[in-house]
């Protein structure tokens, strides 16, 4: 069965006109439904209706579990999906907005070292609504519309990986950038990828102009593997080969993230194979001084020597920012709070 926000308006005018209801009900459906209400909150909806729509579709893609709320004014939401899964997401207060991190896949099967979304490997895929379910749930918990969106930004840094999730994830940004709907502008959503090439490639056709971003995390392919398997299928000179191929097509900057992980990817020597892998590319790296996992043995780096990192990859001539951290006291990183929470419901 099919969530109700897996659905375009076009499909729902279609599946309306097919139960023999009028057309402009579809309209009213889908308002309440990008109010983040449920079938049984649609109160202009004759109940004759209310009960087809209960028997083909499911209406509640997403319910909140959990809110923690940092120090720094950053929320972290576990969410409970239909089938009892859990999934997080992060809320980061801006001075133009709200930016909500989701998630597009229960776990993810990438494995890369350092990250705790994939301490479990992939459970399951996340639907397009169920995607979608994430914004508009946390839209209305603070208390947003359509029209007046309280969330202005996405991001997708969740867990899992989104081209490992191609069909559903392009769906999502379809979705979530209609003008029929909630209307984010896909210049204000940033897709993270670990760096699937040939998804990368099908991405650029696609005529969404989002900002994509890499997850490096290495300057070469030695180091590369160590963090990340993807590496072990790609090379990075394959990566960096296909993000360029997608700013030609775009016109789209991307931009590169690098974790900060100590003694691995932080020396001199680092930053300058990284000049020479990325100069006089259109480009932007992101520097994260590593989240440390509680179940990982990797170690971050100190402020001081993520800014020298950047400021030597300035003087190399690249575009590069050390990212603000934020969350950290709450399990900020991909997975952490879900991990947590799933080990308390276990002991
Ligand atoms: N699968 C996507 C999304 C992952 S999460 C991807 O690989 O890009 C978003 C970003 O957070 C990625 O760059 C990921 O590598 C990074 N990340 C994951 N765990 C982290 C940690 N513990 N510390 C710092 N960055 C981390």
């Given amino acids: 069965m099919q969530f109700l ?7 729902l005018q279609q599946i309306i006109v097919e139960l023999g209801e009028a057309k402009y009900r579809a309209r009213q459906v889908y308002d309440h439904i990008y109010l983040g209400k449920t079938i049984d909150e649609m109160s202009n909806i004759p109940q004759a209706l209310r009960d087809k729509l209960h028997e083909q579709f499911w209406d509640e893609p997403i319910t909140i579990h959990t809110v923690v709320e940092s120090a720094d004014g950053t929320k972290k939401f576990l969410y409970k999906l239909h089938d ?9 207060r801006y001075k133009y907005g709200y930016t909500l991190c989701v998630s597009c896949q229960v776990g993810c099967a990438m494995g890369c070292k350092f990250c705790a979304s994939t301490l479990n490997g992939l459970i399951r895929n996340l639907s397009a609504g169920e995607i979608l379910g994430q914004v508009l749930t946390v839209n209305r918990y603070l208390h947003g519309t359509s029209r007046d969106r309280a969330i202005t930004n996405v991001v997708m840094m969740g867990s899992g990986e989104p081209l490992a999730n191609y069909d559903n994830v392009v769906k999502f940004l379809r979705l979530v950038t209609s003008p029929d709907g909630i209307n984010v502008s896909p210049r204000n959503i940033s897709v993270s990828t670990c760096g699937i090439v040939e998804n990368i490639d099908k991405l650029a056709q696609e005529g969404l102009p989002i900002t994509l971003t890499i997850s490096l995390h290495a300057p070469n392919d030695k180091i590369r593997r160590q963090l990340m398997p993807i590496a072990n299928k790609y090379t990075v000179h394959q990566v960096v080969d296909s993000a360029k191929r997608y700013v030609k097509v775009t016109g789209r900057r ?11 990817n932080d020396t001199a020597e680092c930053a300058e194979q990284l000049a020479s892998l990325l100069r006089g590319f259109q480009c932007h790296i992101n520097l994260i001084p590593l989240n440390e996992v509680r179940e990982r043995n990797l170690k971050t780096v100190t402020h001081k020597s993520a800014v020298d990192f950047c400021k030597k990859l300035s003087s190399l001539g690249l575009s590069a920012t050390v990212r603000r951290t934020m969350g950290e006291d709450i399990e900020g990183a991909c997975g952490q709070l879900r991990n947590k929470v799933i080990k308390g419901i276990n002991e």
């Fill in 84 to 92: 009892d899964n859990l999934i997080e997401g992060v809320l980061m």
């Fill in 254 to 264: 991307v931009v590169f993230e690098y974790a900060l992980t100590h003694g691995v």
């Fill in 5 to 11: 926000q897996d659905l375009s308006l076009d499909e």
